[in-house]
């Protein structure tokens, strides 16, 4: 993923990972450490505090980061889901290489994304059919909003909604880029899982 601002050891065998379930989140994954080359279980508000700092920026509305926490969350949910290379090569759900995944840093979290993850425990995006999807997310332009239902929500387009538009929560945003979408046929779902 590309950020709006510019412990076993690991297993090379596909067969170690089993994906998780599509309707029912779980309550941890499997996230390969590429510079130890380990294995830890992770659950999704620690992974999401150290991945939120490193793709939103901590000084963005708090709705925006709202809407970043639980797009993290719900993208790592559909790659546990659905797991993919490089990660399977290890025997994980999702490694910590940014140019595949999202930029995972241990201990990178700041009080503003901490508090917005805190804020979205437990919540998580899933499409008119119940099911977890696909939330990818890029950059996108600074003062631009970005294509609604588009299924690609726009980093800076979540700052630029909760800038001018501050009676939009996060789900009002997120909503935005994946209703009616190749994500979703109707409006999303959130809810705690």
């Known amino acids: 993923m590309e950020k709006a601002k510019n412990g076993i050891n690991a297993q090379s065998n596909s067969g170690d990972i089993q994906p998780l379930s599509a309707t029912s989140t779980p309550s941890t994954f499997k996230l390969y450490i590429t510079g130890s080359g380990t294995i830890t279980n992770i659950g999704f508000d620690t992974y999401a505090k150290n991945v939120l700092p490193n793709e939103w920026y901590g000084s963005w509305k708090s709705e925006s980061l709202k809407a970043g926490a639980v797009t993290i969350k719900t993208y790592a949910w559909y790659n546990a889901t659905y797991p993919r290379k490089p990660a399977t090569d290890y025997g994980a759900h999702l490694t910590d290489r940014w140019q595949n995944y999202q930029h995972y840093v241990p201990n990178s979290g700041l009080t503003a994304t901490n508090n917005a993850v805190n804020a979205v425990s437990g919540i ?4 008119s059919d119940g099911k977890v999807f696909d939330a990818q997310y890029r950059a996108g332009s600074e003062g631009d909003i970005g294509t609604a ?31 009616f979408s190749d994500k979703s046929s109707g409006y999303i779902q959130t809810g705690n899982y």
Do not use: D, K, R
């Not at 998580?124 to 499409?127: A, D, K």
């Not at 387009?157 to 800038?163: D, L, M, S």
């Open 124 to 127: 998580f995006m899933v499409n």
């Open 149 to 179: 239902w588009g299924g690609v929500l726009s980093q800076w387009g979540t700052q630029y909604i909760a800038q001018n538009y501050p009676e939009y929560n996060y789900y009002t945003i997120l909503s935005y880029y994946y209703s």
